[in-house]
């Protein structure tokens, strides 16, 4: 009788959605999911969430929907500290523009399971009672709408080669914040960090509580890339964070500026004039992930799945 797999659930904003990837299966969680025979792997990411809404988000799957999960791993982005000064979360879980609450108390409110900034109407998740169906399915499809736009876009407009060096000015706040000449923009970021820092305490105090263990992952823009910024601020301030709460600490950052050439390993791994991994990224990240896990978890199966 084959073993019982656990369940990993998986959730970030594009980068772990899988954003202008046309296929699902060649976003770094399917590859994870199919590498790994004793894990069934879900994705829960969505375009533009940060730490707020992977809070909201987790807590309405295991508590309102009582999804059953062994393991949560946060893909955090470098455009987090930005979103997250977009949004709070009430008491009730529920996700509010920032000062929303405060003026007037949850009545703004979004309730985790519509928090895609993008999709358009409510969300309906399955009920518990439908969590031996595909819930992958369900999650793949529905947690933001708007992956349908995608997979048309790319069917329409096909990435191009890249022709010249990567563009440092594309979505500059969100990718140069760490070190932009810009006080102003490296103020907000760092408050907007600390929020982020907020947010992910209360997902670890709400996993803890279940007894369900928490894997944290950094990864770097185009931007880091190129300027060689391998001791981020996002590195050290997660590295900590996952220190002073008993966290799993994944960091891609060397895997990613380990080339003497900045420039090839962007055309290599990213989408031509993007911030997002192309087909090759993704396929790196899974497997670098996975290597980095096996090392502090050397029971780990890997071997692939048959058919």
């Known amino acids: 009788m084959a073993a019982q797999r656990t369940r990993w659930l998986f959730i970030g904003d594009s980068f772990t959605y899988g954003a202008g990837i046309p296929n699902y299966g060649d976003s770094f969680v399917a590859r994870i999911d199919k590498q790994l025979p004793c894990v069934e792997a879900l994705n829960a990411g969505v375009s533009s969430y940060s730490p707020a809404n992977y809070y909201a988000k987790v807590r309405y799957f295991l508590e309102t929907e009582q999804l059953k999960v062994d393991r949560v791993v946060v893909f955090v982005d470098m455009s987090d500290p930005i979103d997250e000064l977009k949004r709070r979360v009430d008491a009730a879980g529920k996700v509010a523009r920032a000062g929303a609450i405060a003026k007037s108390g949850s009545s703004n409110a979004t309730p985790a399971s519509v928090l895609a900034p993008r999709a358009s109407g409510k969300l309906d998740p399955p009920s518990s009672s439908a969590e031996n169906t595909s819930f992958r399915q369900w999650l793949r499809d529905h947690s933001l709408s708007v992956r349908l736009a995608y997979e048309v876009k790319d069917w329409i407009l096909p990435p191009v080669k890249l022709e010249r060096d990567f563009d440092l000015d594309i979505h500059r706040a969100k990718g140069m914040w760490p070190m932009d000449g810009d006080d102003g923009l490296r103020r907000r970021a760092k408050t907007g960090l600390a929020r982020a820092g907020q947010s992910m305490d209360r997902l670890a105090t709400f ?38 709460h008993g966290v799993k600490f994944i960091n891609l950052f060397p895997a990613f500026l380990s080339s003497p050439s900045p420039q090839d390993i962007i055309r290599r791994y990213f989408i031509a004039g993007d911030v997002h991994w192309n087909e090759a990224g993704h396929a790196y990240v899974a497997e670098t992930f996975l290597r980095l896990l096996a090392k502090i978890e050397p029971a780990l199966c890997t071997i692939p799945k048959s058919g």
């Open 207 to 244: 996993l803890q509580a279940r007894g369900v263990p928490l894997v944290l992952a950094v990864y770097p823009w185009p931007h880091q890339i190129v300027s060689g910024e391998e001791n981020s601020i996002q590195v050290r301030f997660w590295h900590d964070w996952s220190e002073r």
